[in-house]
């Protein structure tokens, strides 16, 4: 029962420093189902999909929508997607406390490589 307490404890320190990071309020971490329409916002998904949780099996994948959109959010790619999904408690302290920056929810896009130079008129 501790290992789990230890666990949860964990989890929540990251999520307060991660939604900080994204330029919300840190407490808002510990409120339950107000952390996931912050969470929601964070990653640029609408508030409508916290009704999304509460139906049984659809939660698991629009969990993993939002996780890798999380992941997005930070600049972060697919492999880093998958290590929030399957391998939770390090990477979300790697995102917490590691070097990733907040790039913005949906409307980030990764640059495609360089981009030819326009010509001065």
């Known amino acids: 029962m501790l290992v789990v307490f ?5 989890f929540l320190v990251a999520m307060w420093k991660i ?3 994204a330029g919300q309020p840190g407490w808002a971490s510990l409120v339950p189902i107000y952390n996931i329409i912050v969470l929601l916002k964070i990653v640029g998904k609408p508030t409508w999909w916290l009704v ?28 880093f997607a ?3 999904i399957f391998l939770s408690p390090i990477f979300f302290l790697l995102l917490a406390f590691g070097d990733a920056e907040y790039v913005g929810g949906d409307a ?14």
């Open 6 to 10: 230890a666990f949860a404890a964990v």
């Open 82 to 84: 998958l290590g929030l």
């Open 108 to 121: 980030y896009t990764p640059s495609a490589g360089p981009q030819p130079m326009r010509r001065a008129a």
């Open 19 to 21: 939604f900080t990071k």
């Open 52 to 79: 999304l949780f509460f139906i049984p099996l659809v939660n698991a994948i629009v969990g993993f929508i939002v996780y890798a959109g999380l992941a997005k959010a930070f600049g972060k790619g697919i492999g």
